[in-house]
């Protein structure tokens, strides 16, 4: 571990979320909400299914009702005896040459096996024709057949969809046993920042980075707290730092986590915490230090505009998702066809921003979105996705294949 924060060693990502998911511990404690309030949330326990679902056999389409054995070589007639409307059974038995009208969702009476479609046959008064070629057990919707009574209905660690949400008010459950959201601060450093609305003077600029970690991390899961500003102050950070660490499980900082002699953030973390690693082969976002301070997790991230979103979105996301219990934090690549020369020098991982178009099913294709410094704020808001290009890569060509990660900055 302690060569990974060597000065001079530049480590790679899967180098770097190696040592994340091996030192953060999934968060301990968890809590019940309403499924008003559960979306995006995770389990913390199995949610079983209190009865079958479907609780009774049904029909999946408007038709009749029958019983298969009452099906003969050619079209056959059959008494209609009853009607079954969804939430209003039949409540009789069907004996043989008798059948009943049924509506979608409606429970299948008893002796009947099978429902035919209403197009298919012919109504005279009560009698009903059946076409030649009539099919055996159609159209139900058996007991259980979705899941059985005591059956997993959805695991622990599975983060709440709408869907999930729907099957779980099916099963009648209207609150959930989940994680409870993490706690996270942050805040920025510079003494060149200023708060939006304040007046600027020769040398200051807009504390931006705050506006965007804030949209980043509002995640159902997560309870956030923001700290402002501080000054390239280091008695400041620290004391910042100490007394964040006291109620939070995160911090996030941004400035200041390079090697300049206003530039804190990683003395600070020797002395009051411990670094895991500090540097990164990556670009946007090569001062980047993870560590703790306590029992609280630290990263800091650069200053840079674009440096703070691609380490957060290839650093910060699959931390706090492993500290939920999440799994699954690879993200989704593929491959496009590059319609831009890239401009790339072997040594770092790059995470270009580009335009991702889809020129027919599955055929993707992707050029550049623009100037790629990592202060260039216009290129990445016209961005879709990255250009993921690998650490050797040198000049990409247009035509070449490339990867691309798409991304919705508003998710
Ligand atoms: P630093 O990592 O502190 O050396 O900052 C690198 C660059 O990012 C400098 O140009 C800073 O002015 C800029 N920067 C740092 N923090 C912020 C912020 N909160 N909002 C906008 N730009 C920032
Ligand atoms: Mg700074």
Redesign the pocket.
């Given at each position: 571990m302690t060569d990974l924060c060597n000065s001079n060693l530049l480590i790679s990502i899967d180098h770097a979320l190696d040592n994340i998911y091996s030192s953060l511990s999934v968060i301990d404690g968890d809590e019940i909400v309403s499924l008003h309030t559960a979306l995006g949330r995770v389990l913390s326990e199995n949610c079983i299914a209190p009865f079958n679902l479907p609780a009774y056999p049904n029909s999946s389409m408007d038709g009749y009702a029958f019983n298969s054995t009452d099906i003969q070589a050619s079209d056959f007639n059959l008494q209609q005896v009853g009607v079954s409307w969804a939430g209003r059974p039949f409540d009789g038995m069907l004996a043989s040459g008798q059948c009943v009208r049924i509506f979608t969702g409606a429970v299948l009476p008893k002796g009947a096996d099978s429902v035919i479609m209403q197009e298919l046959v012919q109504v005279h008064d009560h009698t009903i024709h059946f076409p030649d070629n009539t099919q055996a057990k159609q159209n139900v919707r058996y007991i259980g057949e979705d899941v059985k009574q005591h059956g997993n209905l959805l695991p622990a660690a599975k983060q709440l969809t709408a869907i999930d949400l729907g099957w779980l008010a099916s099963a009648g459950i209207y609150e959930v046993r989940v994680k409870r959201k993490i706690r996270i601060a942050f805040f920025?450093?510079?003494d060149?920042?200023r708060p939006v609305g304040s007046h600027l003077t020769e040398g200051q600029?807009?504390?931006?980075?705050?506006y965007t970690l804030a949209a980043l991390l509002k995640k159902p899961g997560h309870e956030v707290n923001d700290l402002g500003?501080i000054a390239?102050d280091k008695a400041q950070i620290q004391q910042s730092l100490l007394q964040a660490a006291q109620s939070n499980d995160v911090i996030i900082t941004?400035?200041?986590?390079?090697v300049?002699d206003?530039?804190y953030i990683k003395q600070i973390l020797d002395e009051i915490g411990q670094v895991n690693f500090w540097k990164l082969a990556i670009k946007p976002g090569k001062?980047l230090a993870f560590g703790c301070i306590q029992n609280c997790y630290f990263f800091g991230l650069?200053?840079?505009?674009i440096?703070?979103i691609a380490t957060y979105q290839q650093i910060v996301t699959p931390a706090l998702r492993h500290l939920t219990g999440l799994t699954n934090n690879q993200p989704i690549r593929l491959k496009a066809t590059c319609k831009s020369p890239l401009f790339k020098k072997p040594g770092r991982q790059e995470f270009q921003r580009g335009i991702l178009t889809q020129t027919s099913p599955g055929e993707f294709e992707v050029t550049s979105s623009g100037k790629q410094g990592s202060?260039i704020i216009s290129a990445s808001s016209r961005a879709n996705c990255y250009i993921v290009l690998a650490r050797e890569q040198a000049n990409v060509n247009s035509g070449e294949q490339v990867l691309v990660e798409p991304f919705n900055l508003l998710l």
């Open positions: 920025s450093t510079g060149e920042l600029i807009y504390d931006s980075n705050r500003v390239d941004s400035g200041g986590a390079s300049g206003a530039d001062p650069p200053g840079n505009p440096s703070v202060n």
